[in-house]
């Protein structure tokens, strides 16, 4: 393919996800424009999760409120957000996401990454490592694992923290872009299904990720929003952003 021809697809591609706005992709997969957590004066707001939420953040950085330390994915765009529409209520926001993260690794440091934090909101993205790990032969964690250790965490954040309110987003994977493909398939699905009993389970509010990147993905290819099927592209941390937001205003 000469690079004319590559770059009027690209031009075509990003112009056919202009067409269709953010909100209304988050829209169509099933998002209520309803926010269920209401952002109040004053509020500790942590993003916590692997990789997907890390987004290279400075690990040095312990700054709430820092660009650095917020790293440059959806956790970022989420909390400019938040400091804009809420510039007066004083909010103070963290990332404590860790690239390779799995359910049992939040634990280990629960206390500092969290706990000692005193969120009143706490947003988890947790899973796609528990089973791509496993995928690859590097964990021997399963699905009850997963179900049992979030739980767990849950309960443990619970009991120290009684009046948190809890975002957890669905884990996700686009088929057919690089690490992803249909071997994946259909155990990654529990995973999710996981996630989604969970959230029900603790009145959570729950990002159904999954079904914003597929709506996503008849906009433009899937490799618009992903670069291997796991990590979102700037434009796939935007969706990602807008779709918590939808959840949390």
């Known amino acids: 393919m000469d690079k004319s021809r590559r770059t009027f697809i690209g031009t075509t591609l990003m112009r056919a996800a202009m067409a269709v706005s953010l909100p209304e992709i988050v829209k169509a997969a099933g998002i209520s424009s309803a926010p269920k957590i209401r952002i109040q004066e004053n509020d500790v707001v942590l993003f916590q999760g692997d990789s997907i939420t890390d987004a290279g953040r400075d690990k040095e950085n312990k700054a709430p409120n820092n660009s650095r330390a917020l790293g440059t994915g959806y956790a970022f765009l989420a909390a400019a957000n938040l400091l804009n529409t809420h510039a007066s209520k004083q909010l103070t926001i963290y990332n404590r996401g860790i690239s390779g993260n799995k359910v049992y690794q939040l634990a280990d440091r629960w206390e500092e990454d969290c706990l000692a934090l ?56 686009v088929n057919n872009v690089k690490a992803v493909t249909d071997a994946w398939y259909p155990d990654f699905d529990e995973y ?14 729950f990002i159904p ?22 990590h979102a592209s700037l434009a796939g941390a935007q969706l990602m952003a807008e779709a918590w937001l939808a959840a949390v205003k």
């Open 192 to 205: 999710r299904r996981a996630a989604r009993e969970i959230a029900t389970e603790y009145g959570a509010a």
């Open 209 to 230: 990720y999954q079904r914003v990147f597929d709506e996503a993905a008849k906009v433009a290819a899937p490799s618009y929003w992903t670069g291997d099927g796991v």
């Open 118 to 173: 005193k969120p009143n909101v706490l947003s988890i993205l947790i899973g796609v490592n528990d089973f791509w790990h496993k995928f690859d032969g590097k964990y021997d964690g399963t699905i009850q694992v997963y179900r049992d250790d979030y739980r767990k965490l849950i309960d443990r954040t619970l009991t120290a923290l009684p009046g948190v309110k809890l975002v957890i987003g669905e884990p996700f994977a």
